[in-house]
C-alpha cells in the first residue's frame, strides 16, 4: 500500500513539475493583448471627457461607423507616454479633417481610482496638452465588460493595446506602444499605409526613419538597446545588416522596406539597421560573411531565422512569419 502512496505521489510530482515547466514557456511568449488583425471591433460606452462627444457615453464605432479610426487602450502606461500618444494623434486628426479621421483614447482605471478624480486627471491633461479632437475616455474599471469584448489583456506588463482601424475592422495593431521617436515613426506608418492617411509629423511613412535613408520601417541603429527593447515588449529583432555600397541591399531599401504591407508588419518586430562599416563588431558577432544579410533574433541575442541576399516584399513577409512561429514553438 505504502508503495502505492510512493507511486501515486511521484506521477502527482511530475505532473506539478510539467506543469511548471509549460508555465515557464508561456510566461516567456510574446505578450499578446485585443483583438486580432482583421476583426471587428464591438460596441462600447465609455465616458467621454474631451472630444467631440464630451460629456456624453457615446459608442466610438456606433457613432462612427466608417470612419478611419486610432484607439488606444490604457492599461498601467504612463500619463507622460499616454500625452505623447494623444499629442501625434491630435496632429493627425486636425491633418486630416476631410477624410473625418476618429481617434479615442480609453483609459481602463487599472488603479481602481474613482471616476471623478481619474476624470479630473484626464480633463487637466486636455488641457494642458490642447488635446480637442483626441477624445479621452474612461471606464470605471478594468473588469468592464468592454474589456473582456475587446480581448484586451490586463496583465500589468501590457501598458496599452492600440487599434488602428476602418468600417470597425483593426487593419494594425500596437501593443505597449512607446511614445518615442521610433514607435511615434510606426503609429505614424500604420496611419499613411494602413488608412491612407495624411501625416504632419516630420516622422512620417515617406519621410527617413531614425536612421535616415533606409526606407519608412522605424529602423534602431542600436543592437543592445534594441534587445532591451524587445525584452520589453516580447517582440522579435528584425536585424539589416548592409553597406551603402553594396547594390541589392540598396534595391531591398527602394523595393522590400518600400512595401506597405512589409512596413506595416514591421510594427510587429524590433527593426535594428547595422551598417557593417560603421559596427564590424557586430557583424563579426554574427558571422557575417555576405551582405544584405536579415537576422531574426530573440531578445536574448539567439538566432531564430537568417536570409542571405535579396528578397522581395512577397518573400520578406513570408521570413516575418516563420520567424514569429519560430519564436513562439
Not at 475616455?137 to 493595446?161: F, G
Not at 539567439?302 to 520578406?316: C, P, T
Request: net charge positive; charged share 20%.
Amino acid at each position: 500500500m505504502r508503495k502505492m502512496h510512493m507511486i501515486v505521489l511521484g506521477s502527482l510530482l511530475s505532473v506539478l513539475a510539467m506543469a511548471s515547466v509549460t508555465f515557464g514557456w508561456a510566461a516567456n511568449k510574446e505578450l499578446v493583448s485585443g483583438i486580432k488583425k482583421g476583426g471587428l471591433l464591438p460596441a462600447f460606452h465609455p465616458t467621454h471627457v474631451s472630444g467631440a462627444d464630451k460629456d456624453t457615453d457615446t459608442c466610438p464605432v456606433c457613432n462612427y461607423p466608417f470612419n478611419p479610426a486610432v484607439q488606444v487602450w490604457v492599461n498601467t502606461d504612463t500619463m507622460q507616454n499616454v500625452a505623447a500618444i494623444a499629442e501625434t494623434l491630435e496632429r493627425a486628426v486636425k491633418a486630416n479633417t476631410g477624410q473625418k479621421m476618429k481617434a479615442f483614447i480609453i483609459f481602463m482605471n487599472a488603479k481602481g481610482e474613482s471616476t471623478q478624480a481619474l476624470a479630473d486627471r484626464l480633463r487637466k491633461l486636455a488641457a494642458d496638452r490642447k488635446i480637442e479632437q483626441v477624445a479621452l475616455t474612461y471606464l470605471p474599471n478594468s473588469r468592464h465588460e468592454a474589456v473582456a469584448e475587446y480581448q484586451i489583456n490586463t496583465d500589468p506588463r501590457i501598458k496599452n493595446t492600440v487599434f488602428v482601424y476602418k468600417a470597425r475592422k483593426v487593419e494594425a495593431k500596437f501593443i505597449n506602444l512607446m511614445a518615442d521617436k521610433r514607435g511615434l515613426a510606426a503609429l505614424n506608418n500604420s496611419l499613411h499605409t494602413a488608412l491612407n492617411l495624411n501625416i504632419p509629423d516630420a516622422q512620417t511613412a515617406d519621410s527617413p526613419s531614425s536612421v535616415t535613408g533606409h526606407g519608412p520601417i522605424a529602423w534602431n541603429d542600436s543592437l543592445d538597446s534594441a534587445r532591451k527593447i524587445a525584452a520589453r515588449d516580447g517582440k522579435v529583432l528584425l536585424v539589416d545588416f548592409y553597406a551603402d555600397w553594396c547594390g541589392p541591399c540598396q534595391e531591398m531599401i527602394k523595393t522590400t522596406y518600400q512595401d506597405k504591407r512589409v512596413v506595416q508588419h514591421s510594427a510587429r518586430f524590433v527593426p535594428v539597421l547595422i551598417n557593417i562599416d560603421k559596427q564590424p563588431e557586430v557583424a563579426r558577432k554574427y558571422n557575417i560573411e555576405a551582405i544584405p544579410t536579415v537576422l531574426f533574433l530573440n531578445a536574448s541575442g539567439k538566432v531564430l531565422l537568417q536570409n542571405i541576399g535579396y528578397a522581395d516584399g512577397d518573400q520578406f513577409l513570408q521570413l516575418m512569419e516563420q520567424a514569429s512561429k519560430k519564436s513562439r514553438s
